[in-house]
């Protein structure tokens, strides 16, 4: 069955770097577009970033652009997440998700908390 | 791009039939599609392209849309139904995808 575990989440500082992991398996990542959505606590869902399988094509929400990077590693079958100049706005946890074609979220994996230290 | 609104709550009794809404101000014929998320859990789609539902999602589940309204029918509601539900739509021109509020159903 279809499986997605994300893993690095943390407690960080603001202003810091952090490298999100997502590893896949249960189906061919290397032909999967995949996504990281996010929730911060007690809120709704908010769509982060795309990836193509073949890193060709990539978007990302305006609210992170120029700051958070998606990538992956299809040898891996690992997705990733790098987020520099974090804030406390982006608290969340982050998901990782498989792309279904017509432009939907078909598999989630459970998330992984970025939270920052008071 | 799009502002996707839904109801906060919606309430219903056990076995009664429950919809949840998701305007825009214009679809564009874009699919809709909906999510399931229990307390502590991840999300679940439950209904894709607007009214297709994913194996292993009970035919309670469906949907459908007319003009700037989408819906998110269950019928004969079940107590393991409440949760939080969340419509979605992508924007294929700027490749952005765009989530609804949230709706919490509630079972009395």
């Known amino acids: 069955q279809v499986q997605l575990v994300e893993s690095g989440g943390r407690v960080v500082q603001p202003g810091t770097s952090l490298r999100l992991s997502c590893t896949a398996s249960?189906?061919?990542?290397?032909?999967?577009?995949m996504h990281w959505v996010r929730q911060a606590p007690g809120k709704g869902l908010q769509w982060v970033a795309f990836?193509?399988?073949?890193?060709?094509?990539?978007s990302c929400a305006d609210s992170v652009r120029g700051r958070f990077t998606i990538s992956r590693d299809n040898s891996k079958n690992t997705l990733y997440l790098q987020m520099s100049s974090l804030s406390v706005e982006d608290t969340a946890v982050y998901y990782c998700?498989?792309?279904?074609?017509?432009?939907?979220?078909?598999?989630w994996g459970q998330g992984t908390l970025v939270t920052f230290s008071s | 791009s799009y502002v996707l609104v839904q109801p906060p709550s919606v309430s219903v009794a056990p076995g009664k039939t429950a919809s949840i809404t998701c305007g825009t101000t214009?679809?564009?014929?874009?699919?809709v599609h909906w999510y399931q998320q229990r307390p502590g859990q991840a999300p679940v789609q439950v209904i894709f392209?607007?009214?297709d539902r994913p194996s292993g999602v009970p035919e309670r589940f469906s949907g459908s849309k007319s003009g700037n309204t989408a819906t998110l029918t269950i019928s004969r509601v079940e107590a393991g139904d409440e949760a939080d539900y969340y419509c979605?739509?992508?924007?294929?021109?700027?490749?952005?995808?765009?989530f609804g509020g949230g709706t919490k159903l509630t079972v009395l």
């Open positions: 392209d607007t009214s």
């Open positions: 979605q739509v992508w924007d294929g021109v700027i490749d952005h995808w765009f």
């Open positions: 214009d679809f564009g014929g874009e699919s």
């Open positions: 249960g189906f061919t990542f290397a032909l999967s577009p």
């Open positions: 998700a498989r792309d279904r074609a017509g432009g939907s979220f078909e598999n």
């Open positions: 990836i193509s399988y073949d890193e060709k094509k990539n």
